[in-house]
């Protein structure tokens, strides 16, 4: 890729799971990670998805499914690196 193209920080689910074990190297759980495609992209990346109640899988899924609309959450502290994406919360 030789060009850079603007990209909104609003996005969609393309595919997620719910992690409820331990993975060395990640969070402790429960935590999820899902396909994001962001509006103005080709192609979805993989981010953590945050602010929704994770200890009630059913009730989790209401919020975090395929489709679903999510939106960057940023640190206050940003360095120039996709780590500047806390998370992406759905809305």
């Known amino acids: 890729m030789d060009e850079w193209f603007q990209v909104g920080e609003v996005g969609t689910i393309e595919t997620f799971t719910i992690c409820y074990e331990k993975f060395t190297g990640l969070p402790d759980p429960p935590y999820a990670i899902g396909g994001v495609k962001l509006e103005g ?3 979805s990346f993989f981010h953590f998805i945050g602010g929704v109640d994770l200890s009630d899988p059913e009730k ?3 919020k975090i499914r395929v489709g679903a609309k999510v939106r960057a ?3 206050e502290k940003t360095e120039g690196n996709i780590l500047d994406i806390k998370y992406f ?3």
């Open 60 to 62: 989790a899924l209401e």
């Open 41 to 43: 992209a080709d192609t």
């Open 73 to 75: 959450v940023w640190r």
């Open 89 to 91: 919360e759905p809305i």
